[in-house]
C-alpha cells in the first residue's frame, strides 16, 4: 500500500477546501488501485471536509492537536474534539510549527502520548535544517528528534504511527532530497524507531517521504520500497498537481500487483 497525505497547511478557507476536497476525490475516480488518501484541511474546515469524503474512503486528518483533554488553553483544539468530527490522524511537529511556533520536542512528545491514550494515529514530521545536511549530521538530529517525541511511549497492538521525514530545506524550496538520500534515511527510522519502540513496531509504522515532493518527481519516490507514501504540501492544493502525483502511486501499485 502507498499512502498520499495532503497537507493544506493554512492555505484554503471552508468553501475552497469543499471545493479541493471534491477535486481531490475525483482524481481517484475509476482507478483499480488506489492509495491511501489522507486529507489534512485547516480546523475550520473538518466539519464540510467530513461531509464531502463520508464514505470515499478517504482517511480525515488534523495539521495538529493539543495534549490536554480539556480546560484553560485558550486557542487550542484537543484530540477528543478532533474526534468529535471525525479525525482520525493528526499530524505532529511539523517543522513548521518547531521553527515558527517554537513548539519543542518536549511539546512533541506530549502530543504523541496523548494521541496514542485517545486512539488516534499520529503522523510523526521529522527532518534536518539546511545546516545540518550541510555539516553531514543530518541522522543525529533525525535520531534526536525520534528519541525525545518517543520517551516513554509504548504502543499497543492496535496503535499505528506515520513518521514524515521531511528535510526542512526541502520543504517548500522546489528542491527535493534525492531519492538515495531518502531511502538511506527511512531505513535509518525504522530500525531506529524499532529500537525505541520494541521490536514488534514494524508492521505498525509507516514511513513517508516530504519536502517539494510534485507531479514530476512523486514516481521516483513511490516505487522505493522503502518509501510507504509522501506528504504534500504545495502540490496538494493544486489539482493537476495533485493528480499526477495520485496517478504516480496508481501506477507503482500496478505494478506492484502483476
Ligand atoms: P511542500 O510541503 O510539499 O510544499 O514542500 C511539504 C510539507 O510541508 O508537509
Redesign the pocket.
Known amino acids: 500500500m502507498k499512502t498520499i497525505i495532503a497537507?493544506w497547511?493554512m492555505n484554503v478557507g471552508v468553501r475552497e477546501s469543499v471545493a479541493l476536497a471534491r477535486g481531490t476525490l475525483l482524481t481517484l475516480r475509476g482507478r483499480k488501485h488506489i492509495p491511501e488518501l489522507v486529507i489534512l484541511p485547516p480546523f475550520v474546515a473538518l466539519s464540510e471536509v467530513r461531509k464531502v469524503v463520508a464514505r470515499s474512503g478517504a482517511i480525515l486528518g488534523a495539521q495538529n492537536v493539543f495534549w490536554e483533554d480539556a480546560g484553560a488553553y485558550t486557542g487550542e483544539i484537543s484530540a477528543r474534539m478532533l474526534q468529535e468530527v471525525g479525525v482520525t490522524h493528526v499530524l505532529i511537529g511539523?517543522?513548521?510549527r518547531r521553527q515558527v511556533l517554537h513548539e519543542t520536542d518536549e511539546m512533541i512528545n506530549k502530543k504523541i502520548l496523548h494521541v496514542f491514550e485517545l486512539g488516534l494515529k499520529p503522523i510523526l514530521?521529522v527532518g534536518e535544517t539546511a545546516q545540518v545536511h550541510q555539516a553531514g549530521k543530518s541522522k543525529d538530529v533525525v535520531a534526536q528528534q525520534l528519541k525525545a517525541a518517543f520517551s516513554s511511549a509504548h504502543l499497543r497492538p492496535s496503535d499505528r504511527l506515520s513518521i514524515?521525514y521531511?528535510p526542512v530545506w526541502?520543504?517548500?524550496?522546489g528542491q527535493s532530497a534525492t531519492v538515495s538520500e531518502i531511502v538511506e534515511m527511512h531505513v535509518f527510522i525504522r530500525s531506529l524507531t524499532q529500537e525505541i519502540l520494541g521490536e514488534r513496531v514494524l508492521s505498525q509504522i509507516r514511513v513517508l517521504y516530504?519536502?517539494?515532493?510534485?507531479g514530476e518527481n512523486a514516481y521516483r519516490f513511490l516505487r522505493e520500497k522503502e518509501v510507504d507514501g509522501v506528504?504534500?504540501?504545495?502540490?496538494?492544493v493544486k489539482i493537476n498537481q495533485f493528480k499526477d502525483i495520485v496517478q504516480a502511486a496508481c501506477e507503482v501499485l500496478e505494478a506492484q500487483s502483476v
Open positions: 497537507n497547511k511539523h517543522s513548521e514530521c514524515a521531511e526541502a520543504i517548500g524550496t516530504g519536502g517539494s515532493v510534485d506528504l504534500v504540501g504545495g502540490a496538494s
